[in-house]
């Protein structure tokens, strides 16, 4: 027996040994990795062209890297910075050493309209300053093309198309699979427009849906025609989708002539002819093979060109659901957010604040926390002001409302004035299988809410009582803050989703501008100029360990990972697994996030999908997704 016992700890010291090494090799072996990546970025040439390859999406705020996924191998290697994107552009704009700004839009992961006009924009500056921008694909689709119309050359890869489709396409509806399973969805709700819970409790999208989800995707749509017609004139963008089939035709089947007949691109070519063309510009690449141009990536460059600190106009960023709690970044923890005015307000060299908005809401209870501390800024006399990104709907426009003035853009997607929850229950489904359940309470509510048993009228009739206090508390905000009658509220609320332009017309935001304009409005009202009317952004701080696994990320095995979408059907297969994450998350969030929530669902198709972890992809998430076929 001795005998035994001892061979089992020789054996468990052998293994406790061998994965100690393994951890070092892999420590030493990242370490390396990274620092190879950090080498051979900072030996970019010191003049040429400014090479963004936008390969992942652009949003607000990136989430942290799941650490998990990075050293499975999953992929997770994060996003751009929205506001790091249009820094290197604007600074290119003046910089000598910059001679062009080549997009490289291959595999393009995409962000919300407002985010492409702010980037579309910045590039203009380019072009204003003399320069050159120049932008290849082999696929572009409504955001990647958006983006290449503000480039002095389009070009498309021979064997290339223009996909533009416009916003819009089908949602999913559980009724069918719930009634099947059994399981009884109880809702609680507020406002003739709020559908976020219909998927739950109806097989096709109400009236009321319909109608605010048309007009919704028709102002959206009229936004991105305008942008794109008025930075490319030449584009016939209706025509080409008018009639895509007969102008196919007309150019012998090839879809990238067809977009060169319709004036979408400008030349066609493949990466060497195009690289070739980039470096009789910027000039050719010192240690590349013949033909390569000088080309400085984005993270070099934003490496030897630091955002400024000095500024007293703290910008304090609410991006992704909003949730109780704490929250790493791309998320709104509403205790986090929170925390950071804090910080802002223990500053004594800030002297305003502009909140940034790109969330579709989530828990009304985490909402509030932010709105309190937003108040409690304005308060102390700091003048608060609110930027709306590509959405600020729910809570993300509950929080808007402790502020003196609110900027969105044409394109912004806001409003979304209700309250709702909803819980299931399982007691049908467990007697299908046989399982009941019984047994005593002290008053009406003990054991409430019963998912086992079966939800009690008495519960039904708190939970729905606790709904209508909140939006009730909702519409009184809003009619404080805006200045109207809560009656007027209600009318213009009802969960409603409104575009910018129509929010404007309904006093929902005062005026319309980008988060420059907020921080000059804000530093305006605070009596600042000069270098001390600048931003200073206030960011989550980061997991270190996240921080350095992202350092071996470099841009080249950036551009090996990703999938690019070079014909209609590759980029298909890309949309449906972008379309199962965004179900995934929105289920997670319902069966996981707040029981009573300002949340805006359907806001989230015009946002990006959380990318899967590979611990999603590996558990019940990524079952579910190879069960639907999108994985």
Known sequence: MMSLVKTAWKLLVAVKDALVLLLLILFFTLLYAGLKAARTQDGAPSSGALHLV?????VEQPSEIDRYTMVAGGGGLGEYRLRDVVRAIDRAADDKAIKAVVLDLDGFGGG?????QRIGTALDRVRAAGKPVLARASYYDDAGYMLAAHASEVWLDPLGMVGVTGPGGSGLYFKGLIDRLGVKAH?????????????????????????????????????????????????????????????????????????????????????????????????????????????IPLSTYLRRHGESTSGQVAVVTVAGEIVDGEASAGTAGGTSIANLIGDVMEDDSIKALVLR?????????????????????????????????NVAASGGYWVSTASDMIFAEPATITGSIGVFGILPSFEESLAKIG?????????????????????????????????????SKFI?????????????????????????????????????GGIEDAVAEAAKRAELSGDAAAPRYFDPERDP???????????????????????????????????????????????????????????????????????????????????????
Not at 112 to 116: D, I, K, P, T
Not at 358 to 365: K, M, V
Not at 438 to 463: C, M, N, R
Not at 495 to 511: E, I, S, T
């Open 112 to 116: 919300g309209q407002v985010a492409m």
């Open 357 to 389: 908005v790109d969330s579709p809401g989530g828990s009304a209870a985490a909402s509030e926390e932010i709105r309190l501390a937003l108040a409690d800024a304005r308060g102390r006399g700091l003048p608060v002001v609110v930027s709306m990104g």
């Open 435 to 471: 399982i009941t359940s019984d047994g005593v309470k002290a008053t009406p509510l003990s054991g409430e809410p019963d998912i086992i048993g079966g939800v009690s009228p008495q519960f039904h009739q708190l939970a729905q009582a606790s709904v209508e206090d909140i939006y």
């Open 187 to 295: 809702v609680y709700r507020v406002g003739t427009f709020k559908s976020a819970i219909e998927p739950f409790t109806q097989t096709e999208q109400s009236p009321e849906a319909r109608t605010a989800n048309e007009a919704l995707v028709e102002a959206i749509w009229s936004d991105w025609l305008d942008n794109v017609a008025k930075a490319r004139p030449a584009a016939k963008v209706r025509d080409y989708l008018a009639d895509p089939i007969g102008l196919l035709r007309s150019s012998g089947g090839d879809t990238a002539k067809a977009a060169l007949a319709a004036g979408l691109v400008d030349k066609l070519g493949d990466p060497a002819a195009f690289a070739k063309h980039v470096a009789g510009i910027a000039g050719e690449s010192a240690n590349g093979a013949d033909g390569d141009y000088a080309a």
């Open 54 to 58: 936008l390969d992942r999406p652009v």
């Open 545 to 631: 360990v996240s921080q350095f696994l992202g350092m071996f990320a470099s841009e080249d095995a950036r551009i090996a990972e990703r999938g690019v979408s070079r014909d209609l059907l590759s980029h298909a297969a890309r949309q449906q697994r972008m379309t199962a994450a965004r179900v995934i998350s929105d289920l997670r969030g319902l069966i996981e996030g707040a029981s009573i929530r300002a949340d805006c669902l359907e806001c989230r198709a015009f946002m990006q999908a959380d990318p899967l972890t590979a611990r999603e992809q590996a558990g019940w998430v990524g079952a579910m997704l190879r069960w639907t076929g999108a994985l």
């Open 476 to 512: 009184g905000l809003v009619a404080d803050a805006r200045k109207m009658t809560p009656q007027r509220v209600d009318e213009i609320g009802q969960g409603r989703v409104w575009a910018g332009g129509m929010a404007h017309q309904l006093k929902l935001v005062d005026r319309f």
